[in-house]
């Protein structure tokens, strides 16, 4: 199973320093599709963890992030790879579009 790291504005520094691409989810404690989406990335590990890094930004602890890439809705899931944007997910995802996509990285 992929690493799961968890990030706040004072350790962001661990996706810009990242390689591989990363995948930021945005979360919140009463967030059930949050919580929903995390299961899911999980239990479909396999297909992206090679390529690809999970880190969690909680709300609370990452608002500054959050103000950087402009969330305002929750879950969201942004790819990067070396600072730039490659996809953006806000709400929950179909999971077809989202595994494409993760198998494309």
């Known amino acids: 199973m992929a690493e799961i790291i968890e990030v706040t504005d ?8 990242n390689e591989q691409a990363g995948l930021l989810l ?4 009463g ?3 949050c919580k929903a989406l995390l ?6 590990s396999a297909v992206w963890e090679d390529k690809a890094k ?5 709300l609370m602890t990452g608002s500054e992030i959050a103000a950087r890439y402009g969330i305002m809705a929750l879950p969201s899931l942004i790819i990067i790879l ?4 490659l996809h953006e997910f ?4 179909g ?11």
């Open 26 to 29: 945005f979360t919140a404690g």
């Open 82 to 85: 070396k600072g730039e944007i």
């Open 95 to 105: 999971h077809a579009i989202l595994f494409n996509t993760l198998k494309d990285l």
């Open 10 to 17: 004072a350790t962001f520094n661990l996706v810009d320093e």
């Open 54 to 58: 999970l880190f969690v930004v909680d």
């Open 90 to 93: 806000r709400g929950m995802p």
């Open 31 to 33: 967030c059930n599709q």
């Open 39 to 44: 299961a899911l990335l999980k239990d479909k």
